[in-house]
């Protein structure tokens, strides 16, 4: 049956997403999907979300993306001040790139795996995601105990699934019922898939293959 794979935040680094690609071998057969935040900061975000577009690689909305929604919505009242360190490449988005962007679920559900750009709580329901809890999805990473603060994924109960999420660069972060696949590419780190194979109906999270490959350069502080 066809692999999973699914690949950390891009952030424009489009060659080493490439190399990334041929280290996997991804080929037809597999299903690939991405965490979020293609764009911004890296040296080709307009070719990164463009070769996600023309190879079928799907993507959840990162809150990169999301900035160019809000962007979109401004300049339908012709009031994007505080937009403008976006602007430039806004303007040279296609009506294509912006169908793929509007596109771009919160999350993605295969089988037992969630897909999620930043992590969620235990009290929000992927199915019947409540407006107000929609940048959860897309900005999460600590959640406050009173005087003290966890990340979400050592909270996590793992009712919405298996998680594999972005966001929080560093190394692969493994916790029960999710994975980390930030490592930080556009920072000069790492770019990284998480790669899954199916055990009957189900996908096998206990076994999860990851591959990386190291950044050209630092790109972005």
Same mark, same amino acid.
């Given at each position: 049956?066809?692999?999973i794979?699914i690949?950390?935040?891009?952030h424009?680094?489009?060659?080493?997403?490439l190399t990334?690609?041929?280290?996997v071998?991804?080929?037809?057969?597999d299903?690939?999907?991405?965490?979020?935040?293609?764009?911004n900061?890296?040296?080709?975000?307009l070719?990164?979300?463009?070769y996600a577009?023309?190879?079928?690689?799907?993507?959840?909305?990162?809150?990169?993306?999301?900035?160019?929604?809000?962007?979109a919505a401004a300049?339908?009242?012709?009031d994007?001040?505080?937009?403008?360190?976006?602007?430039?490449?806004?303007k040279?988005?296609?009506?294509? *790139? =912006?169908?793929? @962007?509007?596109?771009m679920?919160?999350s &993605?559900?295969?089988?037992?795996?969630? %897909?999620?750009?930043?992590?969620?709580?235990?009290s929000v *329901? =992927?199915?019947? @995601?409540?407006?107000?809890?929609?940048? &959860?999805?897309?900005r999460l990473?600590? %959640?406050?105990?009173?005087?003290d603060?966890?990340?979400?994924?050592?909270?996590?109960?793992?009712n919405?699934?298996?998680?594999?999420?972005?966001?929080t660069?560093?190394?692969?972060?493994?916790?029960?019922?999710?994975i980390?696949?930030?490592?930080?590419?556009?920072?000069?780190?790492s770019?990284?898939?998480?790669?899954f194979?199916w055990h009957?109906?189900i996908?096998?999270?206990?076994?999860?293959?990851?591959?990386?490959?190291?950044?050209?350069?630092e790109y972005?502080?």
């Amino acid at each position: 049956m066809s692999r999973i794979i699914i690949y950390g935040d891009i952030h424009g680094c489009l060659d080493e997403w490439l190399t990334l690609r041929a280290k996997v071998k991804a080929d037809a057969n597999d299903r690939e999907f991405c965490v979020g935040d293609l764009l911004n900061k890296g040296p080709k975000p307009l070719e990164t979300l463009r070769y996600a577009q023309e190879n079928g690689v799907k993507s959840v909305l990162g809150n990169h993306e999301e900035k160019y929604l809000e962007i979109a919505a401004a300049a339908k009242i012709g009031d994007t001040i505080g937009l403008e360190r976006h602007l430039a490449t806004f303007k040279k988005f296609s009506p294509a *790139d =912006l169908d793929f @962007l509007f596109a771009m679920p919160r999350s &993605i559900k295969v089988a037992n795996l969630a %897909i999620v750009h930043a992590g969620l709580t235990n009290s929000v *329901d =992927l199915a019947n @995601l409540a407006s107000e809890q929609s940048q &959860i999805l897309t900005r999460l990473r600590y %959640i406050s105990l009173g005087d003290d603060y966890r990340f979400w994924a050592e909270l996590y109960n793992g009712n919405q699934g298996f998680v594999v999420y972005g966001h929080t660069p560093g190394d692969v972060r493994r916790d029960k019922h999710a994975i980390g696949i930030d490592t930080g590419c556009v920072y000069g780190y790492s770019l990284t898939a998480a790669i899954f194979n199916w055990h009957g109906k189900i996908l096998d999270v206990l076994n999860v293959e990851t591959k990386s490959v190291r950044a050209a350069k630092e790109y972005s502080k």
